[in-house]
Protein backbone atom coordinates (compact mmCIF):
# COMPACT_ATOMS: atom_id res chain seq x y z
CA UNK A 1 0.00 0.00 0.00
CA UNK A 2 1.19 3.39 -0.99
CA UNK A 3 -0.06 6.73 0.19
CA UNK A 4 0.34 9.55 -2.82
CA UNK A 5 -0.25 13.00 -1.17
CA UNK A 6 -0.60 16.42 -3.74
CA UNK A 7 -0.62 20.02 -3.08
CA UNK A 8 1.00 21.91 -0.80
CA UNK A 9 3.39 24.82 -1.50
CA UNK A 10 3.77 28.35 -0.61
CA UNK A 11 0.85 30.79 0.61
CA UNK A 12 0.53 34.31 2.05
CA UNK A 13 -1.09 34.62 5.29
CA UNK A 14 -5.13 34.05 4.87
CA UNK A 15 -4.60 31.95 1.77
CA UNK A 16 -6.35 28.73 0.94
CA UNK A 17 -4.63 25.71 0.25
CA UNK A 18 -5.72 21.56 -0.35
CA UNK A 19 -4.32 18.59 0.29
CA UNK A 20 -5.44 15.47 -1.58
CA UNK A 21 -4.07 11.99 -0.48
CA UNK A 22 -4.66 8.77 -2.71
CA UNK A 23 -4.12 4.98 -1.59
CA UNK A 24 -3.03 2.57 -3.85
CA UNK A 25 -1.91 -1.16 -3.41
CA UNK A 26 -4.03 -4.29 -2.94
CA UNK A 27 -6.85 -2.72 -0.22
CA UNK A 28 -9.53 -4.36 1.44
CA UNK A 29 -10.50 -1.34 2.96
CA UNK A 30 -9.69 2.03 5.07
CA UNK A 31 -10.92 2.58 8.72
CA UNK A 32 -9.38 6.27 9.71
CA UNK A 33 -7.60 8.42 7.21
CA UNK A 34 -6.21 11.81 9.23
CA UNK A 35 -3.31 14.54 8.70
CA UNK A 36 -0.71 15.44 10.69
CA UNK A 37 2.06 18.19 10.41
CA UNK A 38 5.42 18.55 12.38
CA UNK A 39 6.88 21.47 12.19
CA UNK A 40 11.03 22.24 12.42
CA UNK A 41 11.74 21.40 16.08
CA UNK A 42 8.02 20.25 17.36
CA UNK A 43 6.88 17.11 17.94
CA UNK A 44 4.24 15.45 14.39
CA UNK A 45 0.57 16.68 15.88
CA UNK A 46 -2.67 15.73 14.89
CA UNK A 47 -4.12 18.21 12.54
CA UNK A 48 -7.52 16.30 11.50
CA UNK A 49 -9.10 13.11 11.63
CA UNK A 50 -12.19 11.64 9.65
CA UNK A 51 -13.81 7.81 10.61
CA UNK A 52 -15.05 5.57 8.52
CA UNK A 53 -18.58 6.93 9.16
CA UNK A 54 -17.21 10.58 8.34
CA UNK A 55 -17.13 11.41 11.73
CA UNK A 56 -14.31 14.37 12.29
CA UNK A 57 -12.33 15.52 14.88
CA UNK A 58 -9.57 18.47 14.70
CA UNK A 59 -7.05 20.10 16.67
CA UNK A 60 -8.32 23.27 18.47
CA UNK A 61 -5.58 25.00 16.49
CA UNK A 62 -7.26 24.85 13.50
CA UNK A 63 -10.93 24.00 14.39
CA UNK A 64 -13.06 26.62 11.85
CA UNK A 65 -10.47 26.88 9.21
CA UNK A 66 -9.52 23.01 8.14
CA UNK A 67 -11.86 20.74 6.97
CA UNK A 68 -11.31 17.28 6.33
CA UNK A 69 -13.30 14.96 3.86
CA UNK A 70 -12.75 11.29 2.15
CA UNK A 71 -13.98 9.72 -1.03
CA UNK A 72 -13.71 6.03 -0.36
CA UNK A 73 -14.85 5.44 -4.07
CA UNK A 74 -11.17 6.73 -4.53
CA UNK A 75 -9.42 5.88 -1.52
CA UNK A 76 -8.91 9.72 -0.75
CA UNK A 77 -8.35 12.02 1.94
CA UNK A 78 -8.75 15.44 1.28
CA UNK A 79 -7.68 18.80 3.69
CA UNK A 80 -9.12 22.36 3.09
CA UNK A 81 -6.99 24.73 4.82
CA UNK A 82 -8.50 28.61 4.53
CA UNK A 83 -7.18 31.29 6.59
CA UNK A 84 -3.78 29.78 7.17
CA UNK A 85 -2.02 31.65 9.20
CA UNK A 86 2.40 31.23 9.73
CA UNK A 87 2.33 29.00 12.34
CA UNK A 88 0.76 26.70 10.13
CA UNK A 89 4.05 26.02 8.14
CA UNK A 90 4.98 22.39 8.38
CA UNK A 91 5.41 19.41 6.73
CA UNK A 92 1.61 17.18 6.32
CA UNK A 93 1.14 14.20 6.30
CA UNK A 94 -1.60 11.92 5.98
CA UNK A 95 -1.99 8.65 7.40
CA UNK A 96 -4.89 5.93 7.00
CA UNK A 97 -5.43 2.35 8.79
CA UNK A 98 -6.02 0.02 5.75
CA UNK A 99 -6.63 -3.33 5.96
CA UNK A 100 -4.86 -5.45 2.77
CA UNK A 101 -6.76 -7.83 0.98
CA UNK A 102 -6.46 -11.44 2.55
CA UNK A 103 -5.73 -9.67 5.77
CA UNK A 104 -7.53 -9.25 8.65
CA UNK A 105 -5.96 -6.17 10.95
CA UNK A 106 -5.67 -3.13 9.72
CA UNK A 107 -1.92 -1.48 9.76
CA UNK A 108 -1.06 2.51 10.18
CA UNK A 109 0.38 3.81 6.39
CA UNK A 110 1.64 6.93 5.67
CA UNK A 111 2.09 9.86 2.99
CA UNK A 112 5.56 10.93 2.01
CA UNK A 113 4.87 14.31 3.50
CA UNK A 114 4.33 17.98 1.91
CA UNK A 115 5.85 21.21 2.77
CA UNK A 116 3.64 23.97 3.47
CA UNK A 117 5.10 27.57 3.89
CA UNK A 118 3.09 30.52 5.17
CA UNK A 119 4.28 33.91 4.57
CA UNK A 120 3.34 36.79 7.02
Known amino acids: VELLEYGGGLVQTGGSLRLSCTAS????????MAWYRQAPGKQREMVAD???????TYADSVKGRFGISRDDAKNTVFLQMNNLQPEDTAVYYC???????????????WGQGTQITVSS
Open 50 to 56: ITFASFT
Open 25 to 32: GTIGSIHD
Open 95 to 109: QMMVRELKTIAHRQF
